[in-house]
């Protein structure tokens, strides 16, 4: 059984989807652009939207499409735009080589395609969904000229505490173990921003006896770490005294070169966020204090400074579990939930059950029920055993 094969059959709410699919057609005459990582869970996606009808024209994001997913689907009839790619202009091209098929629906990552469409709309766009929280918020100040539904998967409770918290979390800690094979007991982990997922992060390196300090500059958030047993020291503190520093707010600059004198040797910087900004990796490689740059291992950068310290560096501050070698991504059962409520949400646009009025706007909360019930069910029934 191939591994393809393994997710597909793995992913019971998508199949029970598909096969309702297969009678609705939904997506029938329809063309979707996509642009979202491709690995085996999102082909999984994929062809559940084909199976409802629609032609696909996909491309993937910064350092996190496989080779192996863009073969499968090009196989089974999914047009895909470009390849692996870590070069932003190269990633720019197969965006819009995906906007240049005109799609009527749009499956968004990080807000990219939408972005690149307000340049040069088409009249037969119906509508979309965006699965980030990145991607929401480039996309609220534009609203008003996307006067489109567009629905944010990320905005599902059922996605922020499945996959955010309960499947980012776990892959995150995998990753780091996977990839430096190094014990995370004792270790002291300082994880930038207490979101979802920053709290999945949290958590999660607690369960593997790790000392963990949150820093989070929302004062309720930050509360609720303190209350939730965490640390929350001020930044140079955390940054002195961490082995092991997560970065996953959303936002650019959160770890930069000015941080290289804080840090000390030793210390494995991870950035779990969608986008590779929130550690500036450029900033610090070009900084004067580091004499040296070894890549050690697969998804591991040695920064060794003039005063002999070292800093590593994984995957080059992409998103860690789905970068470096042997990526797996968050768990089949929290990406099942996540992409049926993709397929509920485009599925909805396509039909015209929303309209302009939801414009970068929460899943509906009847879809969210479906969802819930359904996984649930399934569960009961001993299907996720």
Not at 62 to 86: C, F, H, K, M
Not at 343 to 359: M, Y
Request: glycine share 10%; net charge negative; charged share 20%.
């Amino acid at each position: 059984m191939s591994r393809f094969e393994w997710v597909s059959e793995s992913c019971r709410l998508l199949q029970r989807t598909a096969a309702e699919f297969d009678r609705t057609q939904p997506f029938k005459g329809l063309r979707i652009g996509t642009g979202i990582h491709l690995e085996p869970k999102t082909a999984a996606l994929l062809m559940v939207l084909k199976r409802g009808g629609a032609s696909l024209v996909s491309t993937g994001n910064l350092n996190s499409t496989q080779a192996e997913t863009v073969d499968y689907l090009r196989e089974r009839g999914v047009e895909v735009i470009g390849g692996p790619t870590a070069d932003p202009a190269e990633q720019d091209r197969n965006l819009r080589g995906v906007l240049a098929r005109e799609p009527d629906l749009l499956l968004d990552n990080g807000g990219d395609l939408f972005a690149r469409y307000l340049e040069s709309p088409w009249d037969g766009l119906l509508g979309g969904t965006e699965e980030t929280t990145s991607g929401r918020d480039r996309l609220l100040p534009l609203r008003d000229r996307i006067r489109k539904p567009l629905l944010v998967i990320n905005d599902s409770p059922i996605k922020q505490f499945a996959e955010n918290t309960h499947a980012v979390g776990p892959g995150t800690v995998e990753s780091f173990m996977r990839i430096t094979n190094r014990v995370t007991n004792g270790r002291r982990v300082a994880v930038f921003g207490y979101g979802s997922v920053g709290q999945g992060v949290a958590i999660y390196f607690r369960n593997v006896f790790s000392l963990v300090s949150v820093l989070e500059r929302q004062p309720v958030l930050r509360l609720r770490a303190l209350l939730d047993g965490f640390e929350v020291p001020d930044r140079d503190e955390a940054l002195a005294n961490a082995d092991i520093v997560v970065t996953v707010t959303g936002a650019p600059g959160i770890v930069t070169a000015a941080d290289l004198a804080h840090l000390r040797d030793g210390v494995i910087l991870i950035n779990a966020g969608h986008l590779p900004w929130e550690i500036d990796v450029d900033g610090m490689l070009a900084d004067p204090s580091v004499a040296s740059v070894d890549e050690v291992v697969d998804g591991i950068t040695t920064l060794r400074l003039a005063d002999g310290r070292a800093i590593h560096l994984l995957t080059h501050g992409h998103m860690v579990n789905l970068a470096g070698p042997r990526p797996l991504g968050n768990s089949i059962e929290s990406m099942d939930l996540g992409f049926t409520l993709q397929a509920r949400c485009l599925e909805a646009v396509a039909t015209g059950a929303v309209d302009a009025s939801s414009c970068v706007v929460p899943v509906p909360a009847s879809i969210d029920a479906l969802v819930a019930s359904a996984y649930v069910e399934l569960a009961n029934a001993g299907r996720y055993a």
